[in-house]
């Protein structure tokens, strides 16, 4: 028959199957989630042999596994008390790597732990674990290394933990993080659309947004140290985990210049969310005079660097300006926004929603 489908509760003429074969079992079981260890990291720290399948050295050859269930290729595994495998031995001149397994065996009928040897080379690379439905399907627990001239065993941790399963939250996103387990991701649906659609994660450094999946954020960027001009546009989104992607259009539409006010050396703009400011942050800047040429004795184009001192976490940008005399003299404060012009500032900037 073309078609066969299972589990139902009896055999029907439409391919419909009842009892399913342990291979059609795997076929179907595997698809429910990836292979793991039935242990839900969500503690800050942990002492690696309290974990299970925790792995150490013994009698020289052997790897002791400490008991642990785990999720292996649609099958349930457990190991009640502690067991041993033995690295076969390496006599020869050149090193090798094998892989300490969980093994589920369709020829057998089982899952047990196991060594998959691998090859003695100059430069040797484990062996891939094997997945193949209705035959071996592998998932690695140690990586070993075994020197050559039967020297010395050691092991190297490749144990995959279960992990919170995600949720979606309304509204209220940051509240509801709160009440989950570390490590947790949680997807804001912005079901009263006052927001947009973003997922953050409830973590060891606490809640931070990382990434952001619908519209992009707006905000009104303030001008520092000078009048606020008649346009100010700005656009930003979470691109990853405390990371901004920000454009800001500032634009001076009226017929005289915005002066600096008293006792300033430069004006400036504002970020979206405040930057850390560990080591200072750099922005690329731009202004635009070809509206009305040489009105105020700047050229028609202006690239300005816009720059985040190092110190305090803060929203600030101050503007620079290659000295309008000489390049003798370096980079200037910007001291006044000429008439009928506008700025552009664009980039991507660490902000100070995780501290460190």
Avoid: C
């Avoid at 009928?340 to 100070?352: K, P, Q």
């Amino acid at each position: 028959m073309a078609e066969i489908s299972y589990p139902f509760n009896a055999d029907n003429s439409d391919g419909g199957r009842a009892i399913v074969s342990q291979t059609q079992w795997q076929s179907m079981a595997h698809m429910w989630g990836g292979d793991r260890i039935d242990y839900t990291l969500t503690a800050s720290a942990y002492d690696a042999g309290d974990l299970p399948f925790s792995g150490r050295i013994i009698n020289g050859r052997s790897v002791e596994i400490k008991p642990g269930k785990a999720w292996v290729g649609g099958f349930y595994y457990q190991l009640t008390a502690a067991k041993s495998v033995t690295i076969e031995a390496n006599p020869g001149t050149k090193a090798r790597k094998d892989i300490v397994v969980i093994q589920a065996d369709m020829a057998s009928s089982s899952v047990n732990l196991a060594v998959v040897k691998g090859t003695a080379t100059s430069s040797p690379v484990a062996p891939q674990p094997r997945r193949v439905v209705g035959g071996l399907w592998e998932m690695v627990l140690f990586e070993v290394d075994v020197a050559a001239l039967d020297a010395s065993v050691t092991i190297d941790s490749r144990l995959s933990f279960n992990a919170p399963a995600p949720i979606a939250s309304p509204w209220n996103t940051r509240g509801t993080a709160g009440n989950l387990p570390r490590g947790t991701l949680v997807y804001d649906m912005d079901v009263n659309n006052t927001d947009t659609q973003y997922e953050a994660f409830n973590g060891r450094d606490g809640y931070v947004v990382t990434r952001d999946f619908g519209r992009t954020r707006t905000y009104t960027p303030e001008l520092i140290n000078v009048n606020q001009p008649a346009i100010r546009e700005g656009r930003y989104r979470y691109i990853a985990p405390n990371m901004i992607w920000f454009s800001i259009h500032l634009q001076n539409t009226s017929g005289s210049e915005l002066k600096l006010h008293p006792g300033n050396w430069t004006f400036g703009t504002t970020l979206p969310v405040p930057a850390n400011g560990r080591t200072g942050q750099l922005f690329t800047a731009f202004m635009d005079n070809n509206t009305e040429p040489n009105a105020t004795n700047m050229p028609n184009f202006v690239q300005l660097l816009g720059k985040v001192n190092r110190g305090g976490n803060t929203s600030v940008i101050a503007f620079y300006q290659g000295s309008k005399w000489s390049a003798d003299e370096g980079m200037d404060g910007v001291d006044f926004f000429p008439r009928r012009s506008y700025i552009t500032v664009s980039g991507v900037y660490e902000a100070a929603l995780v501290t460190d």
